[in-house]
Nanobody, 122 residues
Framework: QVQLVESGGGSVQAGGSLRLSCAAS????????MGWFRKAPGKEREAVAT????????SYTDSVKGRFTISQDNTKNTLYLQMNSLKPEDTAIYYC????WGCGLWYQFTYWGQGTQVTVSS
């Protein structure tokens, strides 16, 4: 089993920054791939970024490339999402997720956190 707890959401004006954190615990192999997803009102959930913990290889959805950075701190078992140049369209609930083998934006993830709200005002 894997447990994921997000933190760091909040409200910010357009152009601002936020850093989300995800504290992970449980089976290491089952969280070989970590990711951030978001769900905005009236929209489908979408994958934002993924990170393969062994190699550090990352993937980003096009709308956040150059603005968001996914990273990990292995000593703290923590996943981060640094979000810069935020836009109103980034407003959503952000979820941390994990899976075992295979990593990328189009994979199905097994374990999910409870989510943290990010609101960007214009």
């Amino acid at each position: 089993q894997v447990q994921l707890v997000e933190s760091g959401g909040g409200s910010v004006q357009a152009g601002g920054s936020l850093r989300l954190s995800c504290a992970a615990s449980g089976n290491t192999i089952s969280r070989s791939c970590m990711g951030w997803f978001r769900k905005a009102p009236g929209k489908e959930r979408e994958a934002v970024a993924t990170l393969y913990t062994g190699s550090g290889i990352t993937s980003y959805t096009d709308s956040v490339k150059g603005r968001f950075t996914i990273s990990q701190d292995n000593t703290k078992n923590t996943l981060y999402l640094q979000m810069n140049s935020l836009k109103p369209e980034d407003t959503a609930i952000y979820y941390c997720a994990a899976r075992g083998w295979g990593c990328g934006l189009w994979y199905q993830f097994t374990y999910w956190g409870q989510g943290t709200q990010v609101t960007v005002s214009s």
